[in-house]
């Protein structure tokens, strides 16, 4: 019943631009503090960006590298949180995952492959 389906990702050229979406039903999305993970091969799963739900505490937050080219936003009346990443770099090839988490339960979307290539 829970879902958690990301899109948007591709291929793209060196300093190109993409948007990720993720879509949620099952749950009360508000509720949740939303979250993108990255997992590039050899790599273990680092946190990209994260922003809050209603009642979770916390702010808007970025991997430091990240800082400035990426930009994560949430429409909770859409149950959509969204990642805007700019100036891409090869390094940021990776497995992006949308992630949702309240102080019960945490969910896991299955990912989409980023890959910035010439």
């Known amino acids: 019943q829970v879902q958690l389906v990301e899109s948007g990702g591709g291929l793209v050229q060196p300093g190109g631009s993409l948007r990720l979406s993720c879509a949620a039903s099952g749950f009360t999305f508000s509720w949740y503090a939303m979250s993108w993970y990255r997992q590039a091969p050899g790599k273990e799963r680092e946190l990209v960006a994260g922003?809050?739900?209603?009642?979770?505490?916390?702010?808007?937050n970025y991997a430091d590298s990240l800082k400035g080219r990426f930009t994560i936003s949430r429409d909770n009346a859409k149950n959509t949180v969204y990642l805007q990443m700019n100036s891409l770099k090869p390094e940021d090839t990776a497995v992006y995952y949308c992630?949702?988490?309240?102080?019960?339960?945490?969910?896991w979307g299955q990912g989409t492959q980023v890959t910035v290539s010439s």
């Open positions: 922003i809050p739900g209603i009642s979770t505490g916390g702010r808007t």
């Open positions: 992630n949702a988490k309240n102080r019960f339960t945490d969910y």
